[in-house]
């Protein structure tokens, strides 16, 4: 355990606050305008993959903003460039509701998500900066609960944003959101990263970093599967507004309370696993989660691809996202955990492999169109049935204090 560990044994819960606030940036980038993407295409004259590739830079945004964020913080500690990319993510929230067509838009929100990629790169190297072992994987897994009530509150926000407003709004509204966690850094969370333990590598130092966690086995197998785990999500996410809405009729309402309460099933599985990674490791239930995962994810091909309707489909969903729950921050938790001397690097590539192999899914979503369901259902199989060969056949089984 490094010395920053040693000074805090628990959490404290106005950390856990802040971290799980600046974890959101995800969630809230991308879940609160999800009830809207069908009316912002229709608005903008564009298509269902164009539409989506709004989803799309805004992720390829975040992952490259952690790449970034993550080694710079190493660099020059955790404050300062989370300082700049909150500030970067308010003004860019707000200039995104002004975007004239949809091209702009898609380059705006590469802004967006570049600059909110900070909080949550730099939220995972502070839980890393402090504690260690099943501590920090319990943590990791009360973060995801809290981000995880960032799914089930801004679908339903937006939802109700878009009965007095339009998208727009929605941009408003996340500028918004902005300020208050950007108040909530600036008073409430101080440098976790001493100078003592800081390193000015340069460029070449970084790139040398990276390229050791790739072909570390203490950390490349557990990136991976998280991050195929994460991609048979984020085709849900990317794809689920058009098929509720479009496929099955559903209005952006109903489509947010279905999305609320998946939400609220991933968030229940972090917590149960929060309970028991002390005694199984998160290795073991990063496993599970992915079995999980692709159960739920084939399931959705099954009931898509024989036209069972809509509440087989609802229910292989639930499973898949319940199956996150496990992988997500066990995954983070079992990947970290041998990193004591590059947690910045570490949690950037996470971020990269989640955001960016997630990102570059959107457009496939929508390549049949905006009512058809079966690329969806096809890229979350892959996905799910990838994160399961990669930790079955790559990763070692390892437990952790």
């Known amino acids: 355990m490094s010395v920053a560990a040693a000074v805090e044994a628990r959490p404290r819960p106005s950390l856990i606050i802040i971290l799980g606030a600046l ?23 564009a298509s269902a993959s164009a539409g989506q590739l709004t989803l799309t830079s805004c992720m390829l945004g975040i992952a490259l903003g952690q790449l970034v964020a993550g080694p710079v913080s190493d660099r020059l500690g955790r404050r300062q460039p989370l300082l700049v990319g909150l500030t970067g993510y308010m003004v860019a929230s707000f200039v995104c509701a002004f975007m ?10 590469f802004i967006q998500g570049l600059a909110g990629g900070s909080g949550i790169v730099i939220a995972r190297a502070v839980v890393r900066d402090l504690f260690d072992g099943a501590t920090a994987a319990r943590l990791f897994s009360t973060l995801m609960m809290i981000t995880g009530v960032a799914p089930v509150a801004a679908p339903l926000i937006g939802g109700q944003v878009l009965r007095i407003s339009s998208w727009r709004g929605v941009f408003v509204l996340l500028g918004a959101v902005g300020l208050p966690l950007l108040l909530t850094a600036v008073f409430g969370l101080r440098e976790t990263l001493p100078e003592s333990q800081r390193h000015d590598g340069g460029l070449l130092q970084t790139l040398r970093t990276f390229k050791r966690l790739m072909s570390d086995r203490r950390f490349a197998p557990y990136a991976l599967a998280f991050s195929l785990s994460f991609g048979a999500m984020f085709a849900y996410i990317a794809g689920s507004s058009y098929v509720l809405e479009n496929v099955f009729g559903t209005s952006p309402q109903v489509f947010s309370v279905v999305f609320a309460v998946n939400s609220v099933g991933f968030v229940a599985v972090t917590q149960a696993g929060g309970r028991v990674v002390g005694r199984f490791g998160p290795a073991a239930l990063l496993r599970w989660g992915v079995v999980l995962v692709a159960a739920g994810s084939v399931a959705v091909l099954g009931v898509t691809a024989g036209g069972a309707g809509l509440w087989p489909l609802l229910v292989a969903l639930m499973v898949m996202m319940a199956g996150n729950g496990l992988a997500m921050p066990n995954g983070v938790a079992a990947a970290m955990i041998g990193q004591p001397s590059a947690l910045g690097a570490a949690s950037a590539l996470l971020g990269l492999g989640q955001f960016g192999f997630g990102g570059l899914l959107g457009p496939l979503v929508g390549i049949a169109g905006a009512h058809d369901a079966l690329p969806m259902a096809i890229i979350m199989a892959a ?17 952790f204090a």
Do not use: E, K, Q
Request: hydrophobic residues 45%.
């Open 23 to 45: 974890s959101s940036f995800g969630p809230l980038s991308m879940d609160m305008y999800l009830p809207s993407l069908p009316s912002l295409t229709r608005d903008l004259g």
């Open 100 to 109: 004239p067509s949809i091209w702009p838009l898609i380059g705006v929100r």
């Open 383 to 399: 996905c799910g049935l990838a994160a399961v060969a990669v930790d079955f056949g790559w990763a070692r089984r390892r437990r």
